[in-house]
């Protein structure tokens, strides 16, 4: 995955990533991770110990993908901080009192927050990538978006799976927007996101939450080929489009 360092400085002024203490970015650090990366490619380039830099270039990424749609006048989401849980550490949100931990991959409605924490961090970009990973970002930037534009709280366990599918269609429109700016290596990057979809779409319990593998699958492909317009399937009564 290549990223431009002219585009990552454009983001950056938008977000903030949070941890322990909080991490400002600017766009002298963003220049400086992006150079630092052999031929500006962010694969393989952090270890563990720099998933707090890499989650402030994945989110500039992602954010530069729905500064466009408000720049177009659509609707987009906008949470209120992205939490980074460093190893062994904790967080706490207004989500019926839960506490996130250092395996965090989650959206939380009620304050309106995105929590990531290290360890699946890690685990994700270690063995698919970057671009898979930053996916995942999205996919949480998709439950913020559903939630601008009031698609409906589910109230079963196939609206759950709806809900979630239609996330992963917006990761999925997320990464046609990123090709289209020339920033994925496609076949690499695409076969990587298609394995993380299955792995953890094969760590599901029997009292699933998320699709299967292969409608996870499906569900990001039909975004990346159909744009987020297409993504409006799955509750056509709160468009995500305007």
């Known amino acids: ?5 002219s585009t990552l400085g454009r983001a950056v002024l938008v977000s903030a990533v949070v941890g322990v203490g909080v991490l400002t970015p600017t766009i002298a650090s963003a220049q400086e991770t992006s150079a630092a990366c052999v031929s500006g490619s962010l694969d393989n380039c952090y270890t563990k110990s720099d998933m707090r830099e890499f989650l402030d270039v994945a989110v500039q990424l992602v954010e530069g993908y729905f500064d466009e749609l408000a720049a177009e006048g659509r609707p987009y989401p906008d949470p209120a901080a992205v939490v980074y849980i460093p190893t062994g550490q904790t967080a706490f949100t207004d989500c019926s009192d839960t506490v996130f931990d250092d395996t965090a991959y989650a959206y939380c409605p009620t304050d309106d927050t995105v929590f990531i924490g290290q360890e699946t961090l890690w685990q994700f970009y270690s063995e698919f990538g970057a671009a898979a990973p930053i996916m995942g970002l999205a996919h949480e930037y998709g439950h913020a978006l559903q939630d601008a534009v009031g698609v409906p709280e589910p109230r079963t366990s196939n609206g759950i799976i709806k809900l979630e599918d239609q996330a992963d269609c917006i990761a999925g429109s997320w990464a ?14 695409l076969t ?7 792995a953890i779409g094969e760590m599901e319990s029997a009292d699933q939450t998320h699709g299967t593998p292969g409608e996870r699958v499906a569900s990001f492909t039909l975004g990346f080929a159909g744009g987020l317009e297409a993504c409006n399937v799955f509750f056509p009564t709160a468009s995500l489009t305007g």
């Open 1 to 5: 995955m290549f990223p431009t360092v």
């Open 176 to 189: 046609s927007y990123i090709d289209d700016q020339g920033y994925l290596e496609r076949v690499k990057d």
């Open 192 to 198: 990587n996101i298609g394995q993380l979809l299955v």
